[in-house]
């Protein structure tokens, strides 16, 4: 049997609701979260080497390389938390409507940048 599907490959012309979006993301942020933690494993090694490691560790992260891993970190971060309560709440039948999945999608996205842009303040 012959399938006659149609095939979209122009991924600019999909419209994803809001829900599809925030769970496209919480992946995207766990991946991120997965490639931080090596930066991090990095700068834990390096740091213990000796003093002068230590001094060099500690350059790079107070500097604008640094500042751009915290916040990026600290953002994914908050996003696969605020993300992974919203699927939480959804396993336990909540917020399994389509309004209601993408009114806490679209709340779970605008509280992420509230927390972003803090932590981008607090660590300024």
């Known amino acids: 049997m012959k399938k006659q599907r149609p095939v979209n490959l122009d991924l600019s012309t999909i419209n994803l609701p809001s829900a599809g979006k925030a769970s496209i993301l919480h992946r995207i942020t766990g991946v991120a979260m997965f490639f931080a ?11 213990l080497g000796s003093k002068a490691d230590f001094a060099f560790v500690q350059e790079v992260m107070q500097g604008a390389f640094g500042f751009v891993i915290a916040v990026g970190t600290l953002s994914a971060l908050s996003f696969h938390f605020i993300g992974g309560i919203r699927h939480l709440v959804m396993d336990m039948g909540h917020w399994e409507e389509l309004e209601s999945g993408n009114l806490s999608a679209n709340i779970a996205m605008g509280l992420w940048i509230i927390v972003t842009i803090v932590i981008g303040v607090v660590l300024w």
């Open 37 to 47: 933690l090596i930066f991090v494993i990095w700068a834990w090694a390096t740091s």
